[in-house]
Structure formats: C-alpha cells, structure tokens
C-alpha cells in the first residue's frame, strides 16, 4: 500500500504540488488591487494563513519539511517537485516522511481539517458567508422594491398633481383672456 511504496508516495506529492499550486492560484486572483470579488474577504485571508501553516509545518523525524521531501517553493509561492531529490531518499527516511505526512489526527495530513473546516457545506466558513451573503442579497431586494413601489407611488401622485394643475390653468385661461 501507500505506506510501504515509495512510487505511490511520490505520485502523491505530486498530485498535492499540483492542488496547492491550483488553490494559490484561485487566491491570487482574488488578491490586491486587480483582485476579484472576494479582495479582502475573510475567506481568502484564512485560506492564505491556513496555506502558509500548511508549507511551514515542521516534523520531527528526519523528514521534518516539505523541502526534505523535495518540494521547494519558487517567489511566488508555487511548489514544485523534484523527483530526483525525492529518489535519494533513504529507505528509513521514506519511511520517516509517512510519518511527517501523518494520518486525520497526526503529522502534516491533520492540518487537512483546517481546510475541510473552511469548506463544510453545512457550518464551514464559506457556507456560512454564503448564507449571510444570501440574505444579505435577499434583505436588499426587498428593501429596493419597497423603495420602488414609494417611487412609483410618489411619481403618480405627482403626475396627478401635474394633471390638476393643467386642468385648472386651462379653466383659467378663458378668464385671464376676459380680464386682459
């Protein structure tokens, strides 16, 4: 199994590279002045504090980072995967990077509660935001058709005025003539 074949292991960390290089870049995109939607949204400041825990977790076998492992991080903060550095690992550091990986409750792979916390469709922050977000949406729709119907209300009411008013200044008309 995975926990023994050190061929599996590296196709699993490249398949990680590639999802935390995917999930980085769906942040930046919502990060600075050209951000999307999200700029400054709580959930993109966590997902960026919970990816920076993520590449500094620290083991405490011989395998204690990602960088033993062979995966380095370039200036923008994509991972890559070196296959060669991985490849000369020792068997007993194979063994040791299990270890740093860990399971759900141990080593690096418990941090994968932070994310599945964040994305919990029922109480994860995202649902949560979304939910707000919604009514939110929801309070502000019925606020702008209440202010429609007193708009429209207001308008023919006014029209109305503005019909009496050419009604009278026509009936006065005729008279204004007789007393020039």
């Known amino acids: 199994g995975l926990a023994t074949d050190p061929s599996q292991l590296s196709g699993a960390l490249t398949s990680f590279v590639q999802s935390y290089n995917n999930l980085m870049d769906q942040v930046d995109q919502q990060v600075g002045s050209s951000g999307g939607p999200l700029t400054g949204n709580l959930i993109i400041t966590t997902l960026e504090a919970d990816l920076q825990q993520l590449t500094a977790y620290q083991g405490s076998g011989s395998v204690k980072s990602l960088s033993d492992l062979g995966i380095t991080f370039d200036g923008t903060g994509r991972m890559s995967f070196s296959q060669t550095t991985f490849?000369?690992?020792?068997?007993?550091?194979?063994?040791?990077?299990?270890?740093?990986?860990?399971?759900?409750?141990?080593?690096?792979?418990?941090?994968?509660?932070?994310f599945q916390q964040m994305s919990d469709p029922v109480s994860g922050l995202i649902a949560t935001q979304e939910n707000g977000d919604d009514q939110t949406n929801a309070d502000l729709s019925s606020r702008i058709q209440t202010l429609t119907t007193r708009l429209n209300q207001s308008q023919s009411a006014l029209q109305q005025q503005l019909a009496a008013a050419d009604s009278l200044a026509a009936s006065l008309e005729p008279q204004q003539q007789v007393l020039t």
């Open 87 to 114: 490849a000369a690992l020792s068997s007993s550091q194979i063994s040791s990077a299990f270890g740093f990986l860990g399971s759900a409750s141990s080593g690096l792979s418990s941090l994968a509660q932070t």
